[in-house]
C-alpha cells in the first residue's frame, strides 16, 4: 500500500514538471516575439520618421500632363502640385500616421504634426480655390469639383474607422484630378482658373496670418512677458491701451517640438505651392512687379527646409550656449511673411 502511494506522487511530480516545462517554454516563446515586435517596430519608427524630400514643380506639373494626354494651361500647376502634395500626405512611408492606434505609428509625434502643417496648407489653398480662384465674379456658380474637394479635406483629422481619414482625404484628391481633367477641356463643363490679383491676394491674407500665428507659437518657446489689452475711459471716448501682465507666455517643453514639426510641415507644403504660383501667375506677377517677393519667400521657405542634424528640438535660451531651433524657424517664418506682405501691397496697386 506504501509502495502505490510513493508510486502515486512520483507520477503527479512528473506531470507538474511537465507541465511547467511547457509553460516555461511557451512563455520563452512569446517573450522571444514580443522583443522581435518591439525592434522591428523601433526601426519602423525610425524609418517612418523621416520627413519627405522636397519636389521639382515643374518636372512633376509636365509628368502628369504628359500622363494625361494634355498641354499644361492656367492653373495646371497649382492644381497638379496640391494633389502631388495631398498624394505624399497619404502615400509616404508609414502612410497617414495621425489616426494611427498601434505602434509605432501611435509612439511618433513629430510626422503627426508634420502632416497636420501640411494639411492646413491643403485646406485653406482648396478653400481659396473654390471661393475665389475657380469663380470669375462673386455670383458666379462655385466648380463642382471643388465644392466635393474642399470639405472632403476638412474631414476630421483623426478618424481611424467609418469613415477613415485616408478614404475622405483620398475622395478630396479624386475631385482635385477630376477638376485638373476639366482644366484643359473645351465645352460647358470645362473647368477655369483666373489668375488674378484679387484671388490671389485673398489666399495671401489669409496665410499672412497662419503664419504670423506659427512664428509666434514658435517664439514663445523661449518665454515671453505677455501684453494684455485692457479697455480704458479717457476723456470723451473709450481708448484702448496696452499693458505688460506679470504672466510669462512658454510653449511647455513637451510641446516645443510639436510646435517646430508643424511649421516645418506648413513651410514644406507652401515651398511647392509658391514654386506652382510664380508658373500660373506670372504674368500677373510680372506686371505689379511682385516677382522678386516670390523669390524671396521661396528663398526663405528653403531655409526652412534644411536638414535636421539634431536628434531633438534643442530649446536653448535666445544667447544661451545651445540652438534653439524654434526661433531658427520663427526668423525663416517671419522673413517669409514680411515679403508675402509686401507681395500683397504690389498686387493691390493699380
Not at 290 to 314: C, D, F, H, K, R
Request: aromatic letters at 8%; hydrophobic letters at 40%; proline letters at 4%.
Amino acid at each position: 500500500m506504501a509502495g502505490k502511494i510513493r508510486q502515486y506522487f512520483r507520477d503527479r511530480k512528473d506531470d507538474v514538471q511537465d507541465y511547467t516545462g511547457g509553460a516555461g517554454l511557451l512563455g520563452k516563446v512569446v517573450l522571444a516575439a514580443l522583443v522581435i515586435w518591439l525592434l522591428v517596430a523601433l526601426v519602423l519608427g525610425f524609418f517612418w520618421s523621416d520627413e519627405p524630400e522636397t519636389f521639382s514643380v515643374r518636372d512633376n506639373t509636365r509628368t502628369v500632363a504628359e500622363s494625361m494626354g494634355k498641354e499644361p494651361v492656367t492653373g495646371f500647376a497649382t492644381t497638379s502640385t496640391l494633389i502631388r502634395i495631398a498624394d505624399t500626405l497619404l502615400e509616404k512611408p508609414g502612410g497617414y500616421l495621425s489616426n494611427d492606434l498601434m505602434p509605432p505609428g501611435l509612439w511618433l509625434d513629430n510626422i503627426p504634426n508634420w502632416e497636420y502643417g501640411v494639411l492646413v496648407q491643403i485646406r485653406d489653398l482648396t478653400r481659396a480655390m473654390r471661393r475665389d480662384i475657380a469663380r470669375s465674379q462673386s455670383q458666379s456658380s462655385e466648380d463642382p469639383d471643388l465644392v466635393v474637394a474642399e470639405p472632403q479635406f476638412n474631414f476630421d483629422s483623426n478618424s481611424w474607422a467609418i469613415p477613415s481619414t485616408e478614404s475622405e482625404y483620398r475622395a478630396g484628391i479624386k475631385a482635385l484630378r477630376s477638376y485638373l481633367g476639366r482644366l484643359s477641356s473645351q465645352g460647358p463643363n470645362a473647368a477655369v482658373f483666373y489668375a488674378r490679383a484679387d484671388n490671389l491676394g485673398n489666399w495671401l491674407a489669409d496665410l499672412e496670418t497662419r503664419l504670423g500665428s506659427l512664428s509666434r507659437n514658435l517664439s514663445e518657446s523661449v518665454g515671453k512677458a505677455s501684453v494684455s489689452e485692457d479697455m480704458a475711459e479717457e476723456g470723451s471716448g473709450n481708448e484702448t491701451t496696452s499693458s505688460i501682465s506679470d504672466t510669462e507666455v512658454k510653449t511647455p517643453w513637451t510641446k516645443v517640438d510639436d510646435v517646430f514639426y508643424e511649421a516645418r510641415g506648413s513651410a514644406w507644403a507652401l515651398l511647392h505651392i509658391f514654386k506652382a504660383i510664380e508658373i500660373d501667375f506670372h504674368k500677373v506677377l510680372q506686371d505689379k512687379n511682385a516677382m522678386a517677393s516670390v523669390q524671396q519667400i521661396i528663398i526663405e521657405l528653403q531655409g526652412t527646409q534644411e536638414p535636421m542634424w539634431s536628434p531633438v528640438i534643442l530649446n536653448g535660451s535666445g544667447f544661451g550656449l545651445l540652438a534653439n531651433h524654434s526661433l531658427t524657424m520663427a526668423a525663416y517664418l517671419s522673413r517669409a511673411n514680411a515679403a508675402i506682405s509686401d507681395m500683397r501691397d504690389l498686387l493691390s496697386r493699380g
